[in-house]
């Protein structure tokens, strides 16, 4: 039987800490993508997970802000020190997301609907006024169901004991949030969770492996994994003492990452994940800090070190009623519940993660040195000409640890009539040279209408050079492109010229002459 | 019993210190591969495809690479070369004062780091930069091509390795018909230790098919004719009515 669980969730979580209101169309953006956006802005058609243009084209007004994960974190610090007057044993899940156990204090203040009220109000008189209405508190058999009973309460709901199942049954299969799982079980015909749960555990296992399995447990209303959980050897906690005591948060969250880098070794020598982890910290006068992380797979030591930042952040940068009175001397990392390490794999020879990791990093330095414009990254547009089929965007605009794909699937095959076929040339300047075409008698070469010329080239000139025998041309290759736009309509043909010893396209528009490439 | 020492041999050791290169090129370094810490200098005629067929074995292998200061970069024929784009970062050119910091921060993490060198590199800032990528075991290939309007010579670095593509021969193109298909280019390399003798390698940059390929025998008797001063055939006009 699952742990009864109660979950607080203070949706857009990114929107509340950076202090806007409902109201204000706005948007939280991270590597050019929306995390998190307001209601005004969800009802103009603003969606996560949409590009900053689109979504500034479905709202215009769009106030745009960037993500921050330790302000998110700072911002929900006074919520879950509330709700600490509830329960010692608080989880947060992520900033904006908490749950604990219910067994305690649902006893103790009358029953899970009276629990579930009191910190409603609670939660609702830590945000500011307009946020207060969107607050949702859940109460279910395990995390799993809790979450989505919070999701979908108004304001509060509450899943009677061993209820469960029948409560997700009804859920569509993409709750569980494993986008390939989900997208092949929908494409067998399993739209809802009860559908999915109906099969045999055995059957999943066969199709699906242990992932499948973890999934079908949830779908049924179990735990994720069975509820044999390791406890955690005493000897995994790491703690570092800080001497001079740390007041600021960057000098304890470098102890931190140590850490979490031993903490994360100890763990992988004995073949154990950890998917919570309690983060502690002393101060001078004797203080005691503490609070509880929880993700739903394993954390890796990146983010715990994360994590403990963040939660340094909340404590040391907080409102003068939850700072501690001095620095802090003593740093424990504890892991809470640890899982044997299997689902994760990093890449076959032992690191093309870690290249990425350390791409971003001289990428980041990189920015910083010249500026974030400064860096691109080549993206697949399409196009005729050797210049027009790949644009490059910002490096910052793409998370660069995480494998993309260039050429979008079948886009190479997307047929460009008039394309210059291959071999394409390997300098393209970004603007073209002018240049001059002329004829045996010395006239410029005219392409007609119909895509002929009207005389042979027989010398060239470009770039400021001297001038050149043509010893070899073909073409044209005419592009008529956006005839159907006034203003955008261009109407240019190409010519492949071999002079002077060197291949390079000539492109002709209104007359003129430009080298548009160079094959070198 | 040699047969099982062969099988029982330490591969990876090997493979640290060197980049693998397309197979087209192995004849063309020494050792078969881009020896780590290395800097090569591309010049010539068909240096940029060259530059690009250099990076494009190790890229394909999962390397990064970066191209510092080459804006006109065609990343079409990078794609088609063999360079893998999701794996590719341009850089643009830094000012001369930055220049050494931005190298030094990029080397490291991208195996290869492609260099069109405008400035001339202060001899310190190339002797830290060379020894930095030997270090971290990145190679350096520096551009050193002519662009119209004038030449880009970064000097002050010293090379392990120095490809200079000579002869270049284009095969396709007629008179008002045809298109470019393929390209004969004689590289002659030369460069310290190991490679210290000049040695002219043909190469088919690329060939009819699209591929890169060694194109047999070069044409020229090697070592007595400087290649810059090869003349340039007429091209041959061999109709392949494209």
């Not at chain 1, 993206?379 to 005729?384: D, K």
């Not at chain 2, 190790?58 to 794996?87: D, K, N, Q, T």
Request: glycine share 10%.
């Amino acid at each position: 039987m699952p742990v009864r669980t109660l979950v607080v969730c203070c949706p857009d979580w990114p929107v509340v800490a950076a202090g806007l209101a409902p109201t204000d169309p706005a948007i939280v953006l991270h590597a050019n993508r929306v995390v998190a956006c307001t209601p005004a802005a969800r009802q103009e058609g603003v969606r996560p997970g949409q590009r900053r243009r689109e979504a500034q084209a479905r709202s215009p007004a769009l106030q745009v802000i960037e993500r921050d994960e330790s302000r998110d974190a700072r911002r929900f610090e006074p919520v879950v020190q509330a709700l600490e007057r509830f329960t010692p044993r608080l989880e947060v899940c992520r900033p904006g997301v908490c749950a604990f156990a219910t067994r305690g204090p649902s006893r103790y203040f009358g029953g899970d609907e009276a629990l579930a009220h009191r910190v409603l109000t609670t939660v609702q008189q830590q945000l500011a006024p307009g946020w207060a209405a969107h607050v949702r508190v859940g109460v279910a058999d395990g995390p799993f169901a809790a979450r989505w009973a919070a999701h979908t309460a108004e304001p509060t709901r509450v899943v009677p004991p061993g209820e469960s199942a029948t409560f997700l049954a009804s859920l569509p299969v993409a709750a569980l949030e494993r986008s390939e799982l989900v997208d092949v079980l929908e494409r067998l015909g399993l739209r809802t969770l009860g559908q999915f749960a109906a099969l045999s555990p055995a059957d999943v296992v066969a199709r699906f492996g242990a992932e499948g399995l973890a999934a079908h447990r949830l779908a049924r209303g179990l735990d994720e994994r069975p509820p044999a959980l390791r406890s955690p050897p005493p000897d995994l906690l790491v703690a570092a003492e800080l001497d001079p005591p740390a007041e600021r948060v960057d000098t304890a969250a470098f102890v931190a990452k140590t850490l979490a880098d031993e903490l994360h070794e100890r763990l992988e020598r004995l073949g154990l994940a950890c998917t919570r982890v309690l983060i502690a910290a002393e101060t001078d006068h004797g203080e005691r800090l503490e609070r509880c992380w929880r993700h739903e797979s394993a954390l890796s030591a990146a983010a715990v070190a994360d994590r403990v930042r963040w939660q340094l952040d909340g404590w040391l940068n907080g409102s003068a009623a939850i700072r501690p009175t001095s620095g802090i001397t003593r740093l424990v990392l504890m892991p809470d519940e640890v899982v044997a390490a299997t689902g994760r794999q990093l890449g076959f020879w032992g690191g093309e993660t870690a290249v990425a990791d350390r791409v971003a990093r001289s990428v980041a330095r990189v920015q910083g040195l010249l500026g974030p414009e400064a860096v691109t990254v080549p993206e697949w547009r399409g196009g005729r000409g050797p210049g027009e089929r790949y644009e490059l965007v910002p490096a910052a605009a793409v998370d660069l640890t995480v494998p993309r794909s260039v050429v979008p699937p079948g886009a190479g095959a997307a047929p460009w009539p008039g394309r210059i076929p291959p071999p394409s040339p390997a300098t393209v300047p970004p603007e073209p040279i002018p240049a001059e075409v002329r004829d045996r008698m010395g006239r410029s070469v005219v392409i007609t209408a119909r895509g002929l010329a009207t005389t042979d080239p027989y010398e060239v000139r470009f770039g400021g050079g001297a001038w050149l025998r043509v010893e070899a041309w073909a073409g044209p290759w005419p592009a008529d492109e956006r005839w159907w736009d006034p203003d955008a309509h261009r109407r240019r043909a190409r010519l492949q010229i071999l002079a002077g010893g060197r291949a390079a396209l000539f492109t002709v528009e209104r007359g003129r002459w430009w080298v548009e490439a160079i094959y070198d | 019993m040699v047969g099982l020492a062969e099988r029982v041999r330490p591969v990876t050791l090997a493979g640290e210190q060197t980049l693998p290169v397309l197979e087209a090129l192995v004849g063309l370094l020494p050792g078969g591969a881009l020896r780590r810490g290395s800097t090569v200098s591309v010049e010539g005629e068909a240096a940029t495809t060259l530059a690009l067929s250099l990076a494009a074995g190790p890229s394909g292998a999962g390397s990064w690479v970066a191209a510092v200061g080459l804006p006109s970069l065609g990343l079409a024929a990078a794609a088609e070369v063999g360079l893998v784009l999701e794996r590719v970062v341009l850089v643009e050119q830094p000012p001369r004062s930055a220049w050494g910091s931005v190298i030094a921060a990029l080397v490291g993490a991208f195996d290869v780091v492609l260099l069109g060198a405008p400035h001339r590199v202060v001899g310190s800032d190339a002797r830290r930069l060379i020894a930095r990528s030997r270090e971290r075991g990145s190679v350096l290939v520096i551009l050193e091509r002519t662009v119209p309007g004038g030449t880009s010579r970064p000097g002050g670095l010293e090379v392990d390795l120095r490809l200079r593509s000579g002869a270049v021969r284009w095969e396709g193109l007629g008179w008002g018909h045809g298109r470019l298909r393929a390209r004969r280019v004689t590289v002659e390399v030369s460069g310290r230790r190991s490679a210290n003798r000049p040695r002219q390698v043909t190469l088919w940059l690329p060939g009819s098919d699209g591929e890169i390929a060694v194109a047999g025998q070069p044409a020229a008797p090697p070592a007595c004719v400087h290649p810059s001063s090869v003349r340039v055939d007429a091209p041959l006009t061999r109709a392949e009515a494209g």
